[in-house]
């Protein structure tokens, strides 16, 4: 069995959140390998980007890290107070944790710049949510990563993603690392995801 963290904020963005949600819950119900996805936050009550309102299964003082197999963290939006808790401390240390065991790490959107906060991506490529003169991008190269404009990067263990029409894309390429090329293809077929055109991996948001 193959054990994820998803590593919620308040503010997430509910359709990041829930690409991991059905695409390892599919795995594991189909797939070739089990996989417990397990959702943990700092607080017992998040309120989502757009309102929703969620209950995280555990808080994050309650998991022991070195149980889980991977890291999945969702993006969200700065006005419903993602950075607050997704550039706090316990969110930073959780991220280190992963990468310097070595461990997967699949971020979406601008969840990579907490990646890069916390000192993960210097000298690595990765990507994240621009617009034309975006701060993002420039969080990002101020962390010392390389910034690569286009839907989704792949450095070693880490994936990072340019917004949330990437997320199932996150989650496929997670699925593969955890298990293989093979059954992540699979589940894609079973849940009728079409894969997209190498056009699309290349296309840049800001031409």
């Known amino acids: 069995m193959k054990r994820v963290l998803m ?4 503010g997430v963005e509910p359709l990041e959140m829930a690409a991991f949600t059905d695409v390892l819950g599919w795995a594991d119900l189909i797939g070739d390998d089990s996989i417990e996805l397990v959702n943990a936050g700092l607080r017992r009550t998040i309120v989502t980007t757009f309102g929703l309102t969620l209950t995280p299964r555990f808080l994050l003082n309650e998991l022991d890290l070195s149980s889980f197999d991977a890291l999945a963290l969702p ?94 894309e996150v989650a496929f390429l997670l699925l593969e690392k955890l298990t293989s090329a093979e059954n992540s293809a699979h589940v894609r077929k079973k849940m009728r995801f079409a894969t997209p055109s190498q056009e699309w991996f290349e296309t840049p948001q800001v031409p």
């Open 7 to 10: 590593l919620l904020a308040n």
């Open 75 to 168: 993006g969200g939006f700065e006005p419903a107070g993602f950075y607050e808790e997704a550039l706090s401390e316990p969110f930073l240390d959780t991220i280190r944790h992963f990468v310097e065991a070595g461990k997967p790490v699949a971020s979406v959107c601008v969840s990579s710049v907490c990646l890069g906060v916390a000192g993960v991506l210097r000298g690595r490529s990765a990507t994240t949510y621009h617009q034309e003169g975006g701060k993002r991008k420039s969080q990002l190269l101020e962390t010392g990563a390389h910034f690569v404009d286009r839907p989704l990067i792949v450095d070693n263990n880490i994936i990072t993603s340019s917004g949330p029409g990437t997320a199932t």
